[in-house]
């Protein structure tokens, strides 16, 4: 459990790394008046829409983890 905690934490103190856009949407982006608040919204989406999947993954893994549990406690 200790090391399943460890990378979920590790993963998650690694978000900074993901704010980053594709070339295309950063020139569009930084050619517009209000280009760096569009660039930081633009980044933030980027990592709302990284970080759900993980999250709602990380939900039915511990889940499962959980049920096995409860199971070997039984027998």
Known sequence: ???LLMLFLTLFLAVN?????????KANITNSEEGA???AGI???IVY???VPYLIFAGFALAIYVSAKRKNRQF
Do not use: H, I
């Open 1 to 3: 459990m200790r090391k």
């Open 37 to 39: 608040q569009l660039a």
């Open 49 to 51: 829409l990284l970080v």
């Open 43 to 45: 980044n933030d989406g």
């Open 17 to 25: 790394s993901v704010y980053s856009q594709c070339a295309m949407c």
